[in-house]
């Protein structure tokens, strides 16, 4: 079966994910850690590519963006793998791939969904037990969203930017959602499209999208036949 191509709906975020082959670690220490994000940061800026939030993670990476053009978001992953391979190599000894194949990539529809994946992508550290507060993770885009630190990196969504009228009561309602935590539904709801591809977004928008490229997993077994003949 062939593969299907990258979805893309222009004005809608894509959710990245980037796994390191078979589970191998892809930062070794803190110097790791801030070289790939000056080289996301970078790569960012050349394609003219959005990123609204991002964690880093022992082996695998998040990526929260907005592509205005179809190939963008493949655009800044070669770029940003490329460079970023070929330093970690270089650095640690090592030849031969780094990643677990082609990254994955869902659209998201931001109206239901854009503020639950920010909050999926900053609460891994903590599902992970790497720390028990998300701000205490220093390799994601938390502490810019609660304004802790000043993460030139991120592009807040408009979505992100109605949750108050001033930085303190943006800050202070994310503060909120992330202290809520994320109820099941949704956090498998977005693992499972995040892992898989399919858009994640309201039944209606995902079938009018679906008319030109399938936007969800077909239904198990074989199709009926039809009593027409």
Request: with cysteine; charged share 20%; glycine share 8%.
């Amino acid at each position: 079966m062939s593969r299907l191509s990258r979805l893309h709906v222009p004005g809608l975020p894509q959710l990245i994910l980037q796994r390191g082959n078979n589970g191998t670690s892809i930062f070794v220490d803190e110097a790791d850690f801030s070289h790939y994000r000056d080289f996301l940061r970078n790569a960012a800026r050349e394609v003219g590519l959005p990123v609204h939030a991002y964690v880093l993670m022992p082996d695998h990476v998040h990526l929260l963006v907005a592509p205005a053009e179809e190939g963008a978001a493949g655009s800044l992953m070669q770029r940003l793998g490329r460079r970023y391979v070929r330093y970690f190599n270089d650095r640690h000894a090592r030849t031969g791939t780094l990643w677990e194949g082609r990254y994955r990539s869902t659209v998201i529809e931001p109206t239901q969904y854009l503020l639950s994946c920010y909050r999926y992508i900053e609460l891994n550290p903590v599902r992970a037990g790497l720390v028990t507060e998300a701000a205490h993770y220093v390799w994601s885009s938390c502490r810019h969203h609660l304004g802790l630190a000043s993460e030139p990196l991120v592009t807040d969504h408009e979505r992100y930017w109605a949750l108050g009228n001033t930085p303190f009561e943006r800050q202070a309602a994310y503060r909120s959602l992330l202290e809520a935590g994320e109820p099941s539904a949704e956090l498998a709801a977005i693992r499972y499209a995040a892992h898989r591809g399919w858009m994640l977004g309201e039944p209606d928008l995902v079938s009018e999208v679906g008319a030109n490229r399938r936007t969800a997993p077909l239904p198990k077994g074989r199709p009926r036949r039809s009593s027409v003949s």
